[in-house]
């Protein structure tokens, strides 16, 4: 669980910054962002390194979807990738 807090959250989550290396996506653009309720979601183009060949790209959609509560985001999901062999 993540301790309560601002504090709590940054201890938590800055162990993952250090281990992650960010995937570099080209985002060719936005198509649609809905709204039902307090989900909001957002739907993008992007480019996606080819986990078989470094040298290659795949077209895929990507999306984000967040919970707000009280004007802030409380919960967050987004797409999965094709696997790395």
């Given amino acids: ?29 936005e198509v649609a962002t809905m709204v039902d309720g307090d989900l909001v979601t957002i739907v993008r183009v992007v480019h996606i390194p080819e986990p078989e060949n470094e040298n290659e790209t795949y077209e895929a959609f990507n999306f984000d979807t967040f919970r ?12 999965a990738r094709k696997p790395t062999p």
Avoid: C
């Avoid at 940054?10 to 080209?26: I, M």
């Avoid at 707000?68 to 797409?79: C, K, R, S, T, Y």
């Fill in 1 to 29: 669980n993540v301790p309560t807090g601002l504090a709590g959250f940054k201890q938590f989550f800055s162990r993952f910054a250090r281990e992650v290396q960010p995937v570099q996506d080209e985002v060719i653009g």
């Fill in 68 to 79: 707000l509560e009280n004007g802030m985001i409380v919960e967050h999901w987004d797409a």
